[in-house]
Nanobody, 119 residues
Framework: QVQLVESGGGLVQPGGSLRLSCVAS????????MGWYRQGLGKQRELVAS???????NYTDSVKGRFTISRDNAKNTVYLQMSSLKPEDTAVYYC?????????????WGQGTQVTVSS
């Protein structure tokens, strides 16, 4: 079992920045792929950014150049640095961890943290 706890959400003005954190209950980043998803009101959950065990990152087009995913293995923490925020970034942001298929391919989710971009 893996528990994921997100923090760092809040209310921010357009153009502002926030950093989300996701702490895992045990060291997994060298094995699990990590991702940040978001779900806006009335919308489907979408993948925002991901990072593989080897450190390869990927972003959805709408956040490229504005968001950065990173991790600190010593702290069992993955981050999502968000800059130049827009109202359309408003959503609940979820941390996700995926086991390698050879270990079962199980997915784990955090409880989510609300990000609201509004003036």
């Amino acid at each position: 079992q893996v528990q994921l706890v997100e923090s760092g959400g809040g209310l921010v003005q357009p153009g502002g920045s926030l950093r989300l954190s996701c702490v895992a209950s045990r060291p997994i980043f060298n094995i699990y792929a990590m991702g940040w998803y978001r779900q806006g009101l009335g919308k489907q959950r979408e993948l925002v950014a991901s990072i593989t065990p080897l450190g390869r990152t990927n972003y959805t087009d709408s956040v490229k150049g504005r968001f950065t995913i990173s991790r600190d293995n010593a702290k069992n923490t993955v981050y999502l640095q968000m800059s130049s925020l827009k109202p359309e970034d408003t959503a609940v942001y979820y941390c996700n961890a995926v086991q390698p298929k050879m270990l079962g391919g199980r997915e784990y989710w955090g409880q989510g943290t609300q990000v609201t971009v509004s003036s």
